[in-house]
């Protein structure tokens, strides 16, 4: 029953994502000058509560001066590197894969 709830939660997400309706976790570091973007996620709850996850492996990174915010929207770039100018992309993985 949990493989069909899974396959059914990320056909939804997928779905959001297209329309530009999925949550998304922006995270901004002054130091390094990065942008990053983890999602999809099907509500603002579950983006939320991936947030602690994500910002210990950047402190463990060294990034510092980190803003967080959680909103709808369909990033083109899931990593934006200011300092160097580059945008790199990471493959997109759904919320339930583990990401927390």
């Not at 570091?29 to 994500?54: M, S, V, W």
């Not at 210990?56 to 990034?63: C, K, S, W």
Request: charged share 25%; hydrophobic share 40%.
């Amino acid at each position: 029953m949990n493989t069909i709830w899974n396959n059914l939660k990320e056909a939804a997400i997928n779905s959001f994502n297209a329309l530009g309706l999925a949550w998304w976790v922006e995270i901004i570091t002054q130091n390094p000058r990065c942008t990053y973007y983890f999602g999809p996620f099907l509500n603002a709850d579950e983006a939320k509560l991936a947030i602690k996850g994500y910002i210990e492996d950047l402190e463990t990174e060294g990034a510092q001066g980190i803003q967080v915010n959680v909103k709808r929207c369909k990033p083109n770039d899931l990593t934006i590197a200011d300092d160097l100018g580059e945008r790199l992309d990471r493959k997109v993985k759904p919320a339930f894969s583990g990401q927390m």
